[in-house]
């Protein structure tokens, strides 16, 4: 039998000097207020030299480096490294901005560093707040349930497993999928986002019971084809459960007519989902708010706060009309966790009972102070500013002779591609691809791309605060710059 030996110190993660500590935190907030402030100096995207990566792969410290080493290293070998979403000229993907307040909000709330899956604490009410900010921004009634999240992929999962739950006909979470009849269906176009398909996958369905759904020429779903198809399945024996609509598709920003699909899916009672995970924060905007109007008729809907609203990362939202059938899709008690009437496990902001994660952090504060930093008109003005600045880049496409836009401009996003005489498609996509990567090695913009009708576009995606007009002007001197040097090197 061993005996324990009682601790001789004990010890703990706090400074042994706060002063100390404190003094490097003034520092830490002086150097990001500098970096962020200066940030359009910089060049938008460096490669990482090999010395540099090679850093990235010693071993873990033993023994302490102490807090001003650690601090160092980051500012000397990450800091001058960063994506570059940060910068006006960052357009790739759909890749919010951020915040100086988001940052210190981030601060802040790693130091209250509460656990937001449920209990009796300020910091979940904080959450239930946002939440409640969301539905008013959205038009969701009150009545309805939502879940901050890591972002869209996760709120499309959510929303996806509630209408998995919800349509299924049978209880699924006791007999799992293989207690349907048949093959249990979910539509969407093909321009719906991967993360749908994974969110099918993840939920069992497999991804041959996702129907593709035709866009038209503007690229948003084909309502007759999606109708056809949903007639054929049940004729073949499957049970339609879900429809995806997307309010901004991920290439182009195209809105599907989310009238129609809330009118077609009341009819034939399956859930919808809306995917509006940058679009739907259109609704901000006075122009766009009818045609957004019936995202607030969705069943659910998974939008994100760090794209369209620049949120630091993460911080994406379900929200569903429906609180109690959210509840059960996810809602599981065990003794450990009960919940009681008195005392720190008390309180009715149980945010696990509507999600996977058990343990969460405190994303919501950073949502909060930035609502409360800009309110919600400034964040409505940010966004059609952004639709304006796509419009005044699709204007400058439109007027060189050498460029061409290959898709409709009905957001935020622009999709075009530069064009020299007597030039192949293929030709023409090798050109484009070099362009893009010469854009980034020369720190010039980020633009990432997409593939439009077999033909590879420049895409540009405006959720940036810091853009300015003449960052367009720029972007469409440099691809043009580039497009006639690689040509002339090719002639
Ligand atoms: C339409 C759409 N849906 C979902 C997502 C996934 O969101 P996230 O990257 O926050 O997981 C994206 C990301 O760009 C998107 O554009």
């Given at each position: 039998?061993?005996?324990?030996?009682?601790?001789?110190?004990?010890?703990?993660?706090?400074?042994?000097?706060?002063?100390?500590?404190?003094?490097?935190?003034?520092?830490?907030?002086?150097d990001l207020m500098d970096y962020l402030r200066t940030v359009r100096n910089r060049p938008v995207w460096r490669p990482i030299p090999a010395e540099l990566r090679a850093r990235f792969h010693g071993p873990a410290p033993r023994t302490p480096e102490g807090a001003e080493k650690a601090y160092r290293d980051f500012k000397e070998h990450v800091l001058p490294h960063p994506m570059g979403n940060i910068h006006p000229r960052f357009w790739g993907w759909v890749i919010?901005?951020?915040?100086?307040?988001?940052?210190?909000?981030?601060?802040?709330?790693?130091?209250?560093?509460?656990?937001?899956?449920?209990?009796?604490?300020?910091?979940?009410?904080?959450?239930?707040?946002?939440?409640?900010?969301?539905?008013?921004?959205?038009?969701?009634?009150?009545?309805?349930s939502g879940l901050l999240l890591s972002g869209g992929s996760m709120a499309n999962l959510v929303g996806l497993t509630v209408a998995r739950n919800a349509r299924a006909g049978f209880d699924l979470r006791?007999?799992?999928?293989?207690?349907?009849?048949?093959?249990?269906?979910?539509?969407?176009?093909?321009?719906?986002?991967?993360?749908?398909?994974?969110?099918?996958?993840?939920?069992?369905?497999?991804?041959?019971?996702?129907?593709?759904?035709?866009?038209t020429s503007a690229f948003e779903i084909d309502i007759a084809a999606l109708e056809r198809m949903i007639r054929e399945d049940r004729a073949a024996g499957c049970r339609p459960i879900c429809v995806v609509g997307n309010a901004g598709t991920v290439n182009t920003g195209a809105l599907d007519d989310l009238e129609a699909l809330v009118a077609l899916c009341a009819r034939e009672r399956i859930w919808l989902h809306v995917d509006g995970a940058f679009g739907a924060l259109a609704a901000l905007v006075p122009e766009y708010r009818e045609r957004l109007a019936p995202i607030s008729s969705a069943d659910s809907l998974a939008f994100d706060l760090h794209k369209?609203?620049?949120?630091?990362?993460?911080?994406?939202?379900?929200?569903?009309?429906?609180?109690?059938?959210?509840?059960?899709a996810f809602s599981l008690t065990p003794n450990y966790l009960?919940?009681?009437?008195?005392?720190?496990?008390?309180?009715?902001?149980?945010?696990?009972?509507?999600?996977?994660?058990?343990?969460?952090?405190?994303?919501?504060?950073?949502?909060?102070?930035?609502?409360?930093?800009?309110?919600?008109?400034?964040y409505g003005r940010l966004v059609r500013q952004n639709i304006e600045q796509a419009r005044y880049l699709a204007e400058l496409v439109r007027d060189a002779p050498d460029l061409e836009l290959l898709a409709p401009v009905p957001l935020n996003i622009v999709c075009f591609r530069y064009v020299a005489p007597g030039q192949s498609d293929q030709a023409l996509d090798a050109v484009n691809q070099e362009i893009l990567i010469q854009l980034h090695e020369r720190g010039i913009a980020v633009t990432s791309n997409a593939l439009l009708q077999g033909r590879f576009a420049l895409r540009v995606a405006i959720v940036n605060h810091r853009s300015r007009l003449d960052d367009f002007d720029l972007l469409v001197r440099e691809v043009r710059k580039i497009g006639a040097e690689l040509s002339d090197l090719k002639a």
């Open positions: 039998m061993t005996t324990t030996q009682p601790l001789q110190t004990e010890e703990s993660l706090d400074p042994q000097d706060w002063d100390e500590l404190r003094g490097l935190g003034h520092r830490m907030v002086d919010g901005t951020g915040t100086p307040l988001g940052a210190l909000s981030e601060m802040l709330a790693a130091g209250m560093n509460p656990n937001m899956g449920g209990g009796d604490h300020v910091p979940n009410h904080v959450e239930a707040q946002v939440l409640d900010w969301c539905k008013e921004m959205l038009g969701y009634p009150r009545s309805a006791r007999a799992g999928v293989r207690g349907a009849g048949g093959p249990l269906t979910v539509y969407g176009s093909s321009e719906m986002h991967s993360s749908i398909q994974k969110g099918v996958e993840l939920l069992g369905l497999g991804s041959d019971a996702l129907r593709i759904v035709p866009v369209w609203m620049y949120i630091p990362f993460e911080a994406g939202c379900t929200l569903v009309r429906d609180a109690e059938t959210h509840r059960r009960t919940h009681a009437e008195r005392g720190l496990a008390a309180g009715d902001l149980w945010f696990s009972d509507y999600g996977i994660q058990l343990s969460r952090g405190f994303r919501a504060l950073k949502v909060w102070m930035s609502f409360k930093e800009n309110g919600l008109d400034k």
